[in-house]
């Protein structure tokens, strides 16, 4: 198994930007792929990106390209969500994940630990 902490989340203007980051404790880390998904009340979660065990491939909603950058420090055991120029549609409750696949799914049902979640707020 596989513990994540997601954090920081917060009030931000259009316009600004925000990093999140996720802890990881437990299992090895690179053992995973990481993503990051959002959901906003009332909709399904949603693919945000995800990045390869190496860090070397990532992938994004198209919505967000551009504009948010995933990377991750397999030593500090941490997965990150640069995210600028942020937009009121970015408003949601941001969760990271972790999967044991190797297809890179982008489908929450594929990811095997979660964690508890950080809100993003962004003003007009």
């Known amino acids: 198994h596989v513990q994540l902490q997601a954090f920081g989340g917060g009030l931000v203007q259009a316009g600004g930007s925000l990093r999140l980051s996720c802890a990881a404790s437990?299992?090895?880390?690179?053992?995973?792929?990481m993503g990051w998904f959002r959901q906003v009340p009332g909709r399904e979660r949603e693919f945000v990106a995800h990045?390869?065990?190496?860090?070397?491939?990532?992938d994004y909603l198209d919505s967000v390209k551009g504009r948010f950058t995933i990377s991750r420090d397999n030593i500090k055991r941490t997965s990150y969500l640069q995210m600028n120029s942020l937009k009121p549609e970015d408003t949601a409750v941001y969760y990271c994940?972790?999967?044991?696949?190797?297809?890179?799914?982008?489908?929450?049902?594929?990811?095997?630990?979660w964690g508890q979640g950080t809100e993003v707020t962004v003003s007009s």
């Open positions: 994940a972790a999967s044991r696949r190797w297809d890179y799914p982008k489908v929450a049902t594929l990811y095997d630990y």
């Open positions: 437990g299992r090895t880390f690179n053992d995973y792929l």
């Open positions: 990045i390869s065990r190496g860090g070397g491939s990532t």
